[in-house]
C-alpha cells in the first residue's frame, strides 16, 4: 500500500474505532495529553508564539479571521507571507482551478481562500500530511457503515461521492481514490448543468448546502433528477426544518451535517442523528452566551495542526448545547442545533426595564414556520427598530404577510419586548455561491445596550 494511503487508513482506523471515547475522563485525558505536547513542540516554531512558553491554552491570545490575517506571516510555522498566499488561492477563485500549490513535492501547501458567510476574505494553508489527515478522520467519522463494507471490498463498485460547493481545494480532492469517485460540481455553474452528470453518476453520497439541497430535491420532484444517494450530507449552511424535510421526501433519508470551516473540522453527526463536536482532534472552550448556559460560541484549538495554527480562535457560530446525551454512547459534546453567525442574533428593549434582550435566530425561523406553508422563502434584516422582511410566499401574499405579522406578534407579546416596525418587501435570493443567511443584524436599535 502506497504511504500516502497507509497514513489515512491510520487516522481512520483511529478515529473510527480508538477514540470513539465512552468516559469523559479518558477523553478529556486524551485532549490535555495532544494539547501539551502541541504547545510543546508545534506552536514555538510560529515566530508570534516563540515567548508564550510554558504557558496553559487558556493563557494564549484569542484570535479570530481578522488578527490571524494580520499576523498571518507570523502564525504559520512556514513563513509564508500572505501575499503569496493569497495570489494563489485568488488565481484559483478567478480561473476555477483549485490544483496549484504553494511550493511543491512533499513540501507543497495547499492554499484556499475562505469568503466566509460574512463575506470577509480569508487564506487557509494546509500541508500534504494535514490533508491526508483530514481525509482519514473525515472519513472515519462520517462513513456510514453499510458504505465502509463498499469501501472496504475490492470486488464491490467504488463509493461515489457528488460533492457541491463553491471552490474545490486539494483538500477534498484527497479522498479521491481507488475506492472512492469523488466528483465535485461547482456551485458558481449553478444547478442546471449539473443534473445530467448527477443522473449518469449515480452518487452514493450527496454532499451539499442546505440551499442546494433542497433545489436538488424539488429536481427530484419534478422529475429532472434521478438519484437515491443512501447518505446526504449538509456542509457550509445552517440545517433547517425545512431542508430534512425537503431531502426526507426526495430522497429517503435524513440529511447529516458536517460542521467543517477554515478553522478544522469542528463536528458530525453519529449514527444516531447527532451532531457531536471533533473533540478527540480539536479542543472547544465555550463561551457561554447565556446565563443558563444553552448557547455558546465556541474559541477552537486545533491541536492536529501544524501550519497555519488555529489557536483560541473565535467563531463567530452561535452553537445551542443538546439537553440530553446522546444515545450512540459517545461523549464528545452534543449539539443540539448550529443556530447561525452572532451578527445573526436579533435584539429587542424590554418593555419591563428597556434592557436588550437576544432573539435568536431559531425563534425567528420557528415563527416563519408558525406562518404557515405559504411562506416558501424568507429573509429578516434589522436595522435598529425597524426589521425588513423578504417574503416569497405561494397564493395570496397579503394573507402570508399578516400571518408573518401575527407571529411575530405573538413572539413579542410572549416575550415582553417592545415591537419594531415590520417594512415587508419580495424575497430576493442570494447571488450564486453566496452562502444563504435568513437572519442578519445591521444595526441594534440606538442606545441599547447589547451583550451576551
Known amino acids: ?27 478529556e485525558a486524551w485532549q490535555q495529553a495532544r494539547l501539551a505536547r502541541f504547545l510543546r513542540d508545534v506552536l514555538p516554531r510560529a515566530p508570534y508564539y516563540r515567548d508564550f512558553r510554558n504557558v496553559a491554552i487558556t493563557d494564549l491570545p484569542i484570535m479570530d479571521k481578522s488578527s490571524m490575517m494580520a499576523d498571518f506571516d507570523a502564525r504559520n510555522t512556514r513563513g509564508i507571507c500572505l501575499g503569496d498566499a493569497f495570489e494563489i488561492a485568488l488565481r484559483g477563485e478567478t480561473t476555477r ?41 473525515l472519513l472515519g467519522r462520517v462513513l456510514p457503515a453499510h458504505l465502509l463494507k463498499r469501501l472496504l471490498l475490492p470486488w464491490t463498485p467504488s463509493v461515489r461521492v457528488a460533492f457541491f460547493l463553491r471552490a474545490n481545494s486539494n483538500l477534498y480532492t484527497t479522498l479521491s481514490s481507488r475506492r472512492i469517485d469523488f466528483g465535485f460540481f461547482d456551485v458558481l455553474s449553478g444547478v442546471e448543468p449539473a443534473l445530467p452528470r448527477l443522473n449518469a453518476s449515480q452518487p452514493d453520497v450527496l454532499v451539499a448546502p442546505p440551499s442546494l439541497l433542497r433545489t436538488l430535491a424539488g429536481e427530484a420532484a419534478a422529475g429532472r433528477l434521478d438519484i437515491r444517494p443512501s447518505h446526504v450530507i449538509s456542509v457550509a449552511e445552517v440545517l433547517e426544518d425545512g431542508d430534512r424535510a425537503a431531502v426526507r421526501h426526495a430522497f429517503g433519508v435524513e440529511p447529516h451535517q458536517i460542521y467543517q ?7 458530525y453527526t453519529c449514527e444516531r442523528g447527532t451532531l457531536h463536536l471533533n473533540e478527540s482532534y480539536v479542543h472547544i472552550e465555550p463561551d457561554w452566551i447565556d446565563e443558563a ?13 501544524d501550519t497555519q495554527l488555529i489557536v483560541r480562535y473565535r467563531l463567530n457560530d452561535v452553537l445551542r448545547v443538546s439537553d440530553e446525551p446522546c444515545r450512540c454512547g459517545r461523549v464528545e459534546r452534543a449539539i443540539a442545533a448550529i443556530e447561525g453567525r452572532a451578527d445573526e442574533v436579533l435584539w429587542l428593549p424590554s418593555r419591563i426595564d428597556g434592557r436588550g434582550v437576544a432573539l435568536y435566530p431559531d425563534l425567528i425561523r420557528r415563527a416563519m414556520l408558525f406562518a404557515g406553508p405559504s411562506v416558501r422563502e424568507f429573509e429578516v434584516v434589522q436595522s435598529g427598530m425597524q426589521w425588513g422582511v423578504g417574503l416569497l410566499a405561494d397564493g395570496d401574499r397579503q394573507v402570508a404577510v399578516e400571518r408573518v405579522r401575527a407571529e411575530f406578534e405573538q413572539l413579542w407579546r410572549r416575550l415582553g419586548l417592545e415591537s419594531p416596525a415590520l417594512d415587508f418587501s419580495d424575497w430576493r435570493p442570494p447571488a450564486r455561491g453566496v452562502k444563504r443567511r435568513r437572519v442578519r443584524l445591521v444595526a441594534v436599535p440606538e442606545g441599547l445596550a447589547c451583550t451576551f
Open 261 to 267: 470551516a477554515t478553522e478544522g473540522f469542528l463536528g
Open 97 to 137: 482551478d483549485f490544483a496549484p500549490t504553494l511550493g511543491g513535492g512533499a513540501d507543497a501547501l495547499t492554499v484556499g481562500l475562505s469568503s466566509g458567510t460574512s463575506g470577509n476574505r480569508g487564506v487557509f494553508l494546509v500541508s500534504k500530511a494535514e490533508r491526508l489527515r483530514w481525509a482519514g478522520i
Open 1 to 27: 500500500m502506497h504511504p500516502n494511503a497507509l497514513s489515512t487508513v491510520a487516522y481512520f482506523a483511529q478515529s473510527r474505532w480508538r477514540l470513539a471515547f465512552r468516559d469523559r475522563a479518558k477523553l
Open 293 to 305: 448556559r444553552t448557547r455558546f460560541q465556541p474559541i477552537v484549538t486545533d491541536f492536529t495542526r
